[in-house]
């Protein structure tokens, strides 16, 4: 079995879940904070290869939900800039396994990784959808 670098957000429910997956897939998951990351642009464009700008933001983070950012409208250098500076911006997990990268639970790598085809939405998206407050920040 592989060994999975996930990074998430410290705390995250969806994330718990998604680990707890891979893991009873015989997969070695090994946690790192999204947040606390010493990300590059160049690192970071890396796991976003091949899909559109829009994708690559967490619509459950609280600039998106409230509009401040609306990642249709944004230029790739703009949105790799914006999450340098506020991580949470990042669409979680991001994920480094048998030499692939990706940002999210519904693509390859994780797809071989699980041994799915079908759709695994149910443990993309956040937990806490309607919640009027964020999840309290990671200590």
Known sequence: MATVVFYEKPGCGTNARQKLMLTRAGHEVVARNLLTEPWTGERLRGYFAGTPIWSWFNPASPR????????????????IDLMLED?????RPLIEADGQCCA????????????RDEDLNDVQGCTR???????PEPR
């Not at 998106?64 to 949105?79: M, N």
């Not at 999210?104 to 041994?115: A, K």
């Not at 959808?129 to 999840?135: E, F, G, K, L, N």
């Open 87 to 91: 991580p949470l911006l990042i669409r």
């Open 64 to 79: 998106v939900k409230s509009g401040e950012i609306e990642p249709e409208r944004i230029e790739a250098v703009a949105a």
């Open 104 to 115: 999210g639970f519904d693509r390859e790598p994780v797809l071989s990784l699980l041994q």
């Open 129 to 135: 959808p309607d919640a009027a407050t964020p999840c």
